[in-house]
Nanobody
Framework: QVQLVESGGGLVQPGGSLRLSCTISGFALDAYVIAWFRQAPGLEREGVSSIDGGDGTLYYAESVKGRFTISRDNVKNTVYLQMNSLKLEDTAVYYC???????????????????WGEGTQVTVSS
């Protein structure tokens, strides 16, 4: 049974950093794409970043490029999202999601992801 558990959210001041973790059980990372999405109050859920667990291909939303870094640890079966220089507009519930590497879809196509975590709250506030 596939299970995704996010952790690492919290309250941080603007300019601060957080590292989110997505621990995955039930399959090996190297056969899957793992992505982070977020949903702010009143807004639609949007893609933040993704990583191909096999070949390591990375994608980032323009709004987080240069500030967020996605990485994976195939031994720990965990995907991380290092978030630096956080802004007020980064406040959201962050979700990790996964899908098989094939067939290929655009990484932001949410309906292609068949397993989702429960989410972790990130609040950026002074």
């Amino acid at each position: 049974q596939v299970q995704l558990v996010e952790s690492g959210g919290g309250l941080v001041q603007p300019g601060g950093s957080l590292r989110l973790s997505c621990t995955i059980s039930g399959f090996a990372l190297d056969a899957y794409v793992i992505a982070w999405f977020r949903q702010a109050p009143g807004l639609e859920r949007e893609g933040v970043s993704s990583i191909d667990g096999g070949d390591g291909t990375l994608y980032y939303a323009e709004s987080v490029k240069g500030r967020f870094t996605i990485s994976r640890d195939n031994v720990k079966n965990t995907v991380y999202l290092q978030m630096n220089s956080l802004k007020l507009e980064d406040t959201a519930v962050y979700y990790c999601a996964t899908r098989p590497r094939r067939p290929r879809y655009i990484w932001t196509y949410q309906q292609s992801y068949n397993s989702w975590g429960e989410g972790t709250q990130v609040t950026v506030s002074s």
